[in-house]
């Protein structure tokens, strides 16, 4: 069997059929999506990886629609999750960068800058600031001014 190993932040999980879910992360090779079976399970140890803002290290196999074997949770960004300001500034980070992944963008520039603007909002820098410079910082990847 075939398997990557990758790391990626968590933008997004939908729900896939009555016990898992789709995890749909940002990498530095772009966007990718990988099924995780159970994670709606009580028993499931991965289940709380299925949670956005999570970066994780994960081994999935090598298919069409990938399946999530192992991994885990390298950085929870704890800071996002309890503050609601916080929460607000990064989930929009988020949202960005899943909306323009489908468009043609340097990953190897995007993925370090998005890890750095979340670090940065969890160590408790003014998070709206930090939005205002991911945002221009989209600009000048998609080629605006």
Do not use: W
Not at 31 to 36: A, D, G, N, T
Not at 61 to 79: E, N, Q
Not at 113 to 122: A, E, R, S, V, Y
């Amino acid at each position: 069997m075939n398997t990557d190993k990758t790391e990626g932040i968590i933008l997004k999980a939908t729900e896939f059929k009555e016990s898992s879910k789709i995890l749909h992360l940002l990498t530095i090779e772009g966007k990718k999506s990988v099924l995780l079976k159970g994670a709606k399970k009580i028993n499931n140890k991965y289940r709380y990886m299925a949670y956005p803002f999570n970066y994780i290290g994960y081994i999935s196999s090598a298919a069409k629609l990938p399946a999530f074997i192992d991994g885990d949770i390298l950085d929870d960004y704890k800071y996002l999750k309890e503050d609601l300001t916080a929460n607000l500034y990064a989930n929009n980070i988020i949202e960005l960068a899943y909306l323009i992944s489908d468009s043609d963008i340097d990953f190897t520039k995007l993925y370090p800058f998005t890890l750095k603007c979340l670090d940065q909002i969890n160590k408790g820098n003014n998070p709206e600031t930090i939005s205002f410079i991911f945002e221009l910082k989209i600009l000048y990847l998609m080629g605006v001014g």
